[in-house]
């Protein structure tokens, strides 16, 4: 088995209608939004619903779980990923919904599989935010 190598944690560049998604990080905390009009869960962070185009949303602690819908083993990475792989990258569909991209930490790529539990973990990027990943759970 291939040992998991270690992975890059660039600062994210937020905006407006992400700010508050990317302080919470920080803090270990996974935030959402909800539509206060028809209570679709939106990812990625935006003020406008993508189902009834409603602008009045709320953000909301989210578990920080859900499960593997389909991954790939990255082999050979670029740029700031160029010496970690292999490594996994994944979309995750969270318990309250959407199904984010990501990558999938904690365990060798070949452990990894379709289904799988996951919990999400922080990496810090020493500029006042994490990146989210998932590792698997139990």
């Known amino acids: 088995m291939t040992e998991p190598a270690e992975l890059p944690a660039p600062a994210p560049q937020p905006n407006l209608e992400t700010q508050p998604f990317w302080d919470a990080t920080a803090e270990g905390r996974f ?13 990625y962070p935006r003020f406008l619903c993508p189902d009834c185009h409603g602008t009045e949303t709320s953000w909301f602690e989210a578990s920080g779980r859900g499960t593997i819908y389909t991954f790939t083993i990255v082999r050979r990475g670029q740029g700031p990923y160029a010496g970690a ?37 922080w990496h810090d990027t020493g500029e006042g935010s994490a990146l989210y990943r998932f590792r698997p759970v139990g």
């Open 31 to 43: 935030l959402l939004k909800r539509c206060d009009t028809c209570g679709t869960v939106i990812w």
């Open 85 to 121: 792989a292999p490594y996994v990258a994944a979309y995750v569909t969270l318990d309250e919904g959407p199904t984010i991209l990501t990558n999938i930490v904690g365990c060798p790529p070949e452990q990894v599989e379709i289904g799988q539990p996951v919990e999400v973990v």
